[in-house]
């Protein structure tokens, strides 16, 4: 039946109230136009979803990744949703479009986007992870866990099919650069960069068995390096395939129950817990937060999605809640003290420079004392 293509695309296109939450409205507005595009063919089934103030599109059509009718339809339907965001005066309408018009691809735009072209497998379960309140570096994290760490995911060690292990690639948003690492031999220099998420971000997984079939595809757009200034975090997406020679359903959601510190929460300038939620708690309120992690969860079937079953919003996640909102107290103590708040590097596109520069004529340099010459 020929490959399938899961896209998942999303954007803040305007908060309610302030960016806690999606206005119905708007969710309306993408489920009209996603069911348009299933009639027309354009694609074969979708979903529309939100976490926090962000909108997730998970569509599955033929076109291949980066195809430019999907980022266009993609693209289009932010833009009617930020006219009703507009409307309705909804906090930061537009946000996520950087550019102003559509030019080939949304990536680099603002949207996030994670795609992977696929060939179906007889029964093909996969997650589509949508977070609130922080950077693409969050996935990091559980990617490695998931696909890395013997300890998280037993089928490494038990599953004859996982046994040979996964290759990552990682992507380096400073230097637009990319590099691929074959674990378990290369798990120690995979390390040296992934631990450093705000520059060095897992893009890509494979199974080096699988002719390099992508197993997890996540988004990378930092949206302050495209635009040179705080526009709200990137708040990214991301897709894992499950079972059958890759990790089993409850091995992909494990790294959600320890509760990971990820830079974003209060004006993307603070490190704080990634909370699993329900999607229907998917609403960061305490100071702006904490950031949240949702886990929809689909059987595809020829290209159709059956799903989502809300994952992460399951009783067993109940104790990573509790353990984030305590963590959340303690990182809250630390105000604006570093690492409580993002390092001084990551504040450079907030909007604490120009309160720095109002100071720039108080500092004086510090006459230092005369070296003694040793004898
Ligand atoms: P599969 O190897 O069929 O994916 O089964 C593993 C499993 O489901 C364990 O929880
Ligand atoms: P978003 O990135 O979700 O829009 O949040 C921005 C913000 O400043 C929260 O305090
Ligand atoms: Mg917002
Ligand atoms: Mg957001």
Redesign the pocket.
């Known amino acids: 039946m020929g490959t399938i293509t899961i896209s998942a695309i999303k954007a803040?296109v305007g908060?309610w109230v302030?960016?806690s939450d999606i206005h119905p409205d708007l969710l309306s507005e993408a489920k009209r136009r996603l069911s348009e595009a299933v009639e027309s063919d354009l694609l074969i089934d979708a979903h529309a979803d939100s976490c926090?103030?962000?909108v997730n599109l998970v569509m599955t059509h033929r076109l291949g990744v980066d195809a430019e009718a999907i980022h266009h339809f993609a693209w289009d339907s932010f833009v009617s949703m930020t006219e009703i965001a507009k409307r309705l005066h909804l906090y930061?309408a537009g946000?996520d479009l950087l550019a102003d018009a559509f030019s080939g691809n949304v990536r680099g735009a603002g949207p996030g986007v994670a795609e992977m072209e696929i060939e179906e497998r007889t029964s093909e379960p996969f997650i589509v992870f949508a977070a609130?309140?922080c950077a693409p570096g969050a996935w990091n994290f559980p990617l490695y866990k998931i696909f890395c760490d013997p300890f998280n995911t037993a089928g490494l060690i038990i599953d004859p099919k996982a046994h040979g292990g996964f290759a990552l690639e990682v992507h380096d948003l400073i230097e637009h650069r990319r590099i691929r690492f074959e674990c378990p031999e290369d798990l120690y220099d995979l390390l040296v960069y992934i631990g450093t998420p705000s520059r060095f971000v897992i893009k890509h997984v494979f199974r080096r068995d699988m002719q390099d079939e992508p197993v997890a595809s996540t988004s990378t757009s930092r949206?302050s390096l495209i635009a040179g200034k705080?526009v709200?975090?990137?708040?990214p997406i991301m897709v894992v395939r499950a079972q059958s020679g890759l990790p089993a359903v409850g091995e992909v959601l494990e790294p959600f129950a320890n509760p990971h510190l990820v830079a974003?929460?209060?004006?993307?300038?603070h490190n704080g817990p990634l909370m699993p939620c329900a999607l229907g708690d998917s609403t960061?309120a305490r100071?702006?937060?904490p950031p949240r992690v949702v886990g929809m969860g689909f059987q595809l079937a020829d290209g159709k999605l059956h799903g989502p079953r809300d994952l992460l919003g399951d009783v067993s996640f109940d104790r990573a809640r509790r353990q984030a909102l305590e963590l959340a107290d303690y990182m809250r103590r630390m105000g604006p003290f570093e690492p409580g708040r993002l390092p001084m590097e990551e504040m450079e596109y907030t909007t604490m420079p120009a309160v720095a520069e109002r100071l720039d004529e108080r500092w004086e340099p510090i006459e230092e004392p005369a070296t003694p010459v040793p004898a």
């Open positions: 803040d908060g302030g960016h926090g103030d962000d930061g946000q609130d309140k949206l705080y709200g975090k990137d708040d974003g929460w209060m004006r993307g300038s960061p100071f702006d937060g």
